[in-house]
């Protein structure tokens, strides 16, 4: 590229025309001839003509292959998607079946907190009637400490000076 560039010059004066002579007689129409002598086009503008051609041929073979790879694509993510239907044998993971499940879980959950509050509200019964038989100290105390755990329940650490109070009132 660097040795091309510096030896321009001396090239061009170096070069000389060759005449190829053809086995068989061609004959060209002077309009052709004449036409060809005429153009003012160089080598190199007649290669970087053909340079883009072929460059906008391959620019747009590959938006036609990019087009082509989008299409099958599309299809092959729309073929595997979940289909809504309720016929289909897919339905158990389609999103309006994962949405009942939900809903469904909602109203257990929501059983599970009711009946929950049932039995805090009926042991809170049970409990006035016994702590009516006991002192109020033992009781105040009991009831503290079964206070706390239900409110914390699975952390009783959070009841830790319930704990101990209780702990004292058992020991002494």
Known sequence: MGANTSKVGASTSTAQQQVYTPQTQIDFSQSLVSQLESSKETDY??????????????????????????KKFESTLNNSLLSDDDNDAIDELSSSSLNRQIESLNKKLTLFDQLELQKLEKYEGAKGKS????????????????????????????CYEEMEEFKKLVMG
């Open 45 to 70: 503008v007649t290669k970087e003509n053909a340079e883009k051609f072929i460059e906008k041929k391959v620019s747009q073979r590959l938006s036609d292959l990019e087009v082509e790879t989008l």
């Open 131 to 158: 702590d009516n038989k006991k002192d109020d100290g033992n009781v105040s105390i009991k009831a503290k400490l079964t206070e706390c755990l239900l409110a914390n329940k699975g952390k009783p650490l959070n």
